[in-house]
């Protein structure tokens, strides 16, 4: 196993962080129904920047490390871990069989794509 490394670590880490603010912007907003629709599109914009300011730096280091297929590869699983912590703790949804099946198969994906 490779040692762990800024380039390879922080492409990761960002990542996360990035998936964390665009899940609250794209699905925050249902716990808030009531607002006007503007609003919580102002909102989503807003929070939506500091995930750019994540996403795209984590991009660019990973790409001296990772391939591009690789980079998509981690968004992925990423994104779908997030949001399944999202959508359980934040808007109180149930985590069904359907979900971790879902989430296997993709992980199962991700491993192929990384075997190298």
Same mark, same amino acid.
Not at 103 to 113: D, H, R, S, W
């Given at each position: /196993?490779?040692?762990?490394? @800024?380039?390879?670590?922080?492409?990761?880490? /960002?990542?996360?962080?990035?998936?964390? @603010? /665009?899940? !609250?912007? %794209? $699905?925050?907003?249902?716990?808030?129904?009531?607002?006007?629709? %503007?609003?919580?599109?102002?909102?989503?914009?807003?929070?939506a920047l500091f995930e750019y300011c994540l996403a795209v730096p984590a991009n660019r280091i +990973?790409?001296?490390? $990772?391939?591009?297929?690789?980079?998509?590869? /981690?968004?992925? #699983?990423?994104?779908?871990?997030?949001?399944?912590? @999202?959508?359980?703790? %934040?808007?109180?949804?149930?985590?069904?069989?359907?979900?971790?099946? +879902?989430?296997?198969?993709?992980? #199962? +994906? *991700?491993? #192929?794509? !990384?075997? *190298?």
């Open positions: /196993m490779p040692p762990i490394t @800024f380039a390879n670590a922080m492409p990761i880490i /960002m990542l996360v962080a990035s998936n964390v @603010f /665009m899940t !609250f912007a %794209w $699905y925050g907003h249902l716990a808030f129904k009531a607002k006007p629709l %503007w609003m919580v599109i102002l909102a989503s914009w807003g929070i +990973g790409s001296g490390v $990772y391939s591009t297929a690789e980079l998509k590869t /981690m968004q992925e #699983v990423i994104t779908f871990a997030v949001f399944i912590g @999202f959508s359980f703790f %934040w808007l109180g949804e149930k985590i069904t069989l359907q979900h971790i099946a +879902g989430f296997a198969i993709i992980i #199962v +994906g *991700a491993a #192929v794509v !990384f075997r *190298a």
